[in-house]
């Protein structure tokens, strides 16, 4: 019996301890949210084969964490949301946004969700070139979507 008492406070204690834990961890600074979510994208399923397609910089965020990173930059393009998941590319300027659609389609493994995807070179200093943007929504499959057409 006085056993089972010991084991009762141990479980209870250990319980206690978890809970303050959790209740006094400091959540991240948004510098470290930001390395935490481009770290995660960096290892994302088909960011091996972006690379490896001509990306110098491959990244597939959760549409919301998408979100959370790249809000303002993103909400301006059709198709972008917080339902679809974001690939981004950049590289050497021409990229075909179709090509690499199907690229990461077909190294990503089963995807349950459209993408949005976005690829640019980078410009002398570094930066994303605008010139050579392209953009475009896709089903799972790959296929291009229509951003204006309504969520079906």
Known sequence: MGAMWIAAVVLVGAVGVA???????????????????????????????????????????????????FGALIQGFPGASRDATVVVCLGPAGQDCDALALTYVESAGQLEQRFFLMASGRSVDGRMDTSSLCTGLYAPDGSELDPFAPDE
């Open 19 to 69: 809970w303050w834990l959790w209740w006094s961890a400091e959540p991240p600074t948004p510098e470290e949210r930001l390395a935490q979510l481009q770290e995660a994208a960096t290892r994302a399923p088909g960011t091996d084969s972006l690379r490896a397609s001509g990306c110098e910089t491959a990244l597939v965020f959760d549409g919301r964490e998408a979100w959370e990173v």
